[in-house]
């Protein structure tokens, strides 16, 4: 699991970009409309619903913002069409991605994710040609004060699906995604201190990439990630933080 937690590094750096242009609103707002519609606008009956409300709270969202997204959702008129699509492609190298979409036009969608693949030497696939590769989980993100010993025991109390410590010396909790909510909000009450958490599609089996399809694949990741219909971009790839920093150091 230790290949995700180096691009979660790479996506927190981007959404502090994100941040700044408002990317970050964009997407939590669409959340909470899909997840508003696909279930009920009570929160304590919508777990994905609650998840996302905590997301955008900590974002600094107003609840106003919010609770109009949410009706958005809800109730019936313009601007509740929001649908999730999935689109899935190769970038160079052969390197699988799957890119997680909610929009409100699929053909503006798809022509925006195509010329982003097609912008970095990759190409869009038909559905299921990689999708398989991945596993939908949930990750927990802890604090490096939380005790390693008692947080490791008290996740496999819960039956969690992996643990480790990352290189930051924080902690990364892997979950079932439908007992993501669950999990986390038992470990928080037992006073462990939450960092951050999200759903994520994991590779089961990484490939390496060669250092010459490295900077085209994170362009490519990086140009998806900006469009405003992409919610999430995921990659079978195996980064290894030697790659990232020899990157860096030419930039």
């Not at 509740?80 to 909610?102: Q, R």
């Amino acid at each position: 699991m230790a290949g995700h937690s180096k691009w979660a590094n790479i996506k927190h750096r981007k959404a502090a970009q994100d941040a700044k242009r408002g990317k970050v609103f964009t997407k939590l707002i669409r959340e909470l409309v899909v997840a508003a519609k696909s279930g009920t606008p009570n929160p304590e009956d919508n777990p994905r619903l609650r998840s996302a409300i905590e997301k955008a709270l900590n974002a600094n969202m107003k609840r106003d913002t919010i609770d109009k997204a949410i009706a958005r959702g809800s109730g019936p008129g313009e601007g509740d069409n929001f649908e999730e699509i999935v689109y899935e492609g190769y970038a160079p190298g052969g390197i699988a991605v799957l890119v997680e979409c909610t929009t409100d036009n699929r053909n503006r969608t798809v022509g925006e994710v195509r010329h982003g693949f097609t912008k970095r030497g990759g190409n869009l696939g038909t559905d299921g040609s990689v999708a398989y590769l991945f596993k939908r989980l949930g990750l927990c993100y802890f604090a490096s004060s939380c005790d390693e010993d008692d947080l490791l025991e008290a996740s496999l109390e819960l039956s969690i699906e992996d643990f480790y410590r990352n290189q930051d010396e924080t902690y990364t909790v892997v979950t079932e995604w439908e007992k993501l909510t669950t999990i986390k909000e038992s470990l928080v009450s037992q006073g462990f201190q939450l960092l951050d958490f999200e759903i994520v599609r994991k590779a089961e089996i990484e490939i390496d990439i060669e250092k010459k399809h490295l900077e085209n694949l994170l362009s490519l990741m990086e140009i998806l990630d900006d469009l405003d219909d992409v919610q999430n971009v995921f990659t079978n790839a195996n980064i290894s933080e030697d790659m990232l920093e020899e990157l860096d150091s030419n930039i």
